[in-house]
Each structure stands twice: as structure tokens, then as C-alpha cells.
């Protein structure tokens, strides 16, 4: 616990450590110690907290060091730095002026021990309401830290982060388990959950010594999204999860990682998107093709000759409506020809109508599919040519 001894003397109005001398000193303790006998406690009432007569002498003692003396003295006039010492009242984040005595190892050696808990109680109050510019007020006076109280001074903080992160990493396993509360009507809960696990804002304002916790953080991000895509064939959770993924700052060789994933699985969503827009246009093409796949059942069972298998699928829609179709009816549009295609194979191996067969696979050249398509379908072109020409010649 941090006494002030300048404090618990009386002495707090001294001008300088000079006048604080052993006589001086000696008159203030016969007083403070008179008056803790006669008090109803025996104790002290420093800031509210009874201390004992042993304690206070313990603090008095430590004026016998100069060095000591004079910070004591700088803290009694420091009332707000003083306070946050004692009793963690976080006034002295707002608008601290940053003395030079801040810079003085010395300083910094001496007041880190008392400063670093406390530090860390009002850091993890700031971080976990996400108080973002309290978080950036605290970090500025991390100065007064030394090196050998940094891990006190973060300690809840990163035990926060830490049970956070075990939180996603217990949803991710749930999910590959087959054992998750999640189903596909309420698995988008879990990307407010990540967001309020892991605020970036507040996250990006903590120093280099959460950086492997921030990565940390970003992988178990990352592993959740794989788990969502792969159990329930989400794209848009795994794409708004890896969204939030990358406002974080991420360093080393693991970003571009993330940055991969993120293009995947947004071209992918995208393509999602996409497609329920256009699924009136898709479903009214998917219904298209099922009458092409019935007219080619038809000429194998012989129920229609092959010049009327051809007129009805010519008649079944407009080519330049099809071939105009954006990239998103690729797929359709290539089933589309490929099934024309095998109607022009079914009437010449069932019906052996070389004229209607060749017509109907020129009717599937005409559409616009891709190059190995458009091969096969020139293909089937010559062969049915040469076939007719020597027909011809017979």
C-alpha cells in the first residue's frame, strides 16, 4: 500500500526537502504518533484507510533516503497523481501534465511498484467499457511503469483478452463438434459477439505488448469462420467475421493470410449475393433446361420425332435473351448448351435425322459458353457435316 509520509506528517505545504529536516520530522511523528493514541482506533485514517502506527513509522523511515524525499514531497503536491497512488482514483488521466520528473529513472523505479497495480485496475475498467479515449489517456502516463512492473501493469487486461479469446475458441470447437446452440437461422449472433469480445478501436490503442495477443485474437477469428463456412455453408458470417478481422492491427507474416481469406470468401459471398438478386431470372432459366432434359427423354422413348424435338426447344426461348445474360447465368447458361448439345446426340443415335441432329447442335454453337464448351459443340459440328456429306453421296 502507498503512504505518503510527507502526508501522514502534516508537511505537504514544505517548499522545498530542505526544510523537511531530521528535527522537523522528529516534531511531525511525536504528533501523528500522539495522535493515533488518543484516537478510538489506535490506527491512522489515511484517505479513508486505517493504518497502523507500525506502518505509518515504516513510511516515515523511508525519508531518510534524499532521493525518496524529494519524490514524496513532488507526490504530496501532485494531489490527483498522489490520490490514484492510494486509493486508484482515476482523476489524474484527465489532463496530467506530463513533469519532468516523469522521465527520471530514478522516479520511475520508485513509483512503479505502487503505480502499476493500480494502472492495471483502471486500464481493464477503460478496456472493458471500451472507453477508447480514457483507454489512450491511460496508456500516455504508461511512462511511469518500469520494465520490471510491465506484466503487473497489464495483467488484467491481457487475462481479459485471454478469456475472451477462450470464449470464441469454446464456439469454434462446439460448432466442429456438432454440439453448437448455433444452427443457420441464428449463427449471424456470432459476429456481434466477436465484435463485442473485440473491440478494435480500443484494442489498436494497446501497446506493442499485446501484439501476440492481437494475432492471437485474429486466428481464433479466423478459425471460427472456417468452422461457420464448413458446418453450415455461410459465406456472409465468415465474411463480415474476417471484415472485423482485418480492422485489427495485425502484424507479421500471418496478415497477407487473412487478406486471402477475405478475398475468397468475399468473391464467394458476393457470388451469393448476387444470385438470390437474380434467382427469379435463374429459376425461370433452371425451369428451361428441365424442359430441354424431358424433350430429350421424349425422342429416346420415341413419344417425339426429331424434327419436333428441335422446333420445341428452338421455340422454348429467345437466344439473344440467353446470350445477353450477365456473368451470373455462366453456369446456367452452359448446362443450357450442353443439354441441347446431348438432345442433338440422342436424334441421331435414336432417330438417325442427320438434318434435325446437325440443326440442334448448331442451335447450342450459337449460345455463348465458355472455350472448352464451344470446342466440343464445333466438334459435333464437323463430324455430323462429314456424316451428312457422305449420306449425301450414298
Known amino acids: 500500500m502507498f503512504i505518503n509520509p510527507i502526508e501522514i506528517l502534516g508537511l505537504s ?35 479513508g484507510i486505517q493504518i497502523t502506527k507500525g506502518s505509518c513509522e515504516k513510511a516515515i523511515d523511508e525519508l531518510s533516503n534524499i532521493d525518496y524525499k524529494e519524490f514524496y ?26 513533469d519532468s520528473i516523469f522521465k527520471l529513472p530514478e522516479f520511475v523505479k520508485f513509483i512503479s511498484p505502487y503505480f ?52 470464441i475458441d469454446e464456439i469454434t470447437k462446439d460448432i466442429k463438434n456438432e454440439e453448437s446452440v448455433y444452427d443457420e437461422d441464428d449463427i449471424d449472433e456470432v459476429v456481434q459477439i466477436v465484435k463485442e469480445h473485440f473491440p478494435t478501436k480500443t484494442l489498436n490503442c494497446l501497446p506493442q505488448y499485446f501484439q501476440s495477443q492481437i494475432l492471437k485474437i485474429a486466428k481464433s477469428i479466423n478459425y471460427l469462420q472456417l468452422s461457420i463456412w464448413d458446418a453450415f455453408d455461410n459465406t456472409h458470417v465468415p465474411n463480415d467475421l474476417l471484415e472485423h478481422l482485418l480492422t485489427l492491427n495485425i502484424g507479421g507474416l500471418d496478415k497477407p493470410t487473412f487478406e486471402n481469406n477475405y478475398k475468397i470468401v468475399k468473391k464467394k459471398n458476393d457470388e451469393r449475393i448476387e444470385q438470390t438478386k437474380n434467382t427469379p431470372v435463374l ?90 464448351a464451344k470446342l466440343k459443340f464445333k466438334q459435333d459440328q464437323t463430324e455430323l457435316q462429314e456424316l451428312e456429306k457422305n449420306i449425301g453421296e450414298f
Open 13 to 47: 505545504n514544505a517548499t522545498n526537502t530542505t526544510s523537511i529536516d531530521n528535527e522537523t520530522i522528529k516534531k511531525a511523528k511525536k504528533k501523528l504518533f500522539a495522535d493515533i493514541e488518543l484516537s478510538d482506533s489506535g490506527e491512522f485514517d489515511y484517505y
Open 283 to 372: 429459376k425461370k432459366w433452371a425451369t428451361v433446361l428441365l424442359q430441354i432434359r424431358d424433350i430429350i427423354k421424349e425422342v429416346e422413348n420415341n413419344t417425339t420425332k426429331s424434327d419436333e424435338a428441335y422446333h420445341k426447344v428452338k421455340d422454348l426461348f429467345i437466344l439473344s435473351e440467353l446470350n445477353s445474360l450477365p456473368s451470373f447465368a455462366d453456369e446456367i447458361r452452359t448446362q443450357i448448351g450442353y443439354s441441347i448439345r446431348s438432345l442433338s446426340i440422342s436424334i441421331w443415335n435414336k432417330q438417325n435425322d442427320i438434318k434435325s441432329s446437325l440443326n440442334t447442335i448448331n442451335l447450342a454453337a450459337q449460345i455463348n459458353v465458355d472455350n472448352e
Open 116 to 167: 502499476a497495480p493500480k494502472f492495471d485496475k483502471a486500464l481493464l475498467t477503460a478496456f472493458v467499457n471500451d472507453n477508447v479515449e480514457h483507454t489512450k489517456a491511460i496508456l500516455n502516463i504508461s511512462t511511469l511503469i518500469s520494465q520490471s512492473e510491465v506484466n503487473a501493469a497489464f495483467k488484467s487486461v491481457s487475462n481479459n483478452i485471454q478469456n475472451k479469446i477462450a470464449e
Open 73 to 98: 514531497l513532488y507526490l504530496a503536491n501532485n494531489k490527483p497523481l498522489n490520490d490514484f497512488l492510494v486509493n486508484g482514483k482515476d482523476n489524474v488521466f484527465k489532463n496530467l501534465k506530463q
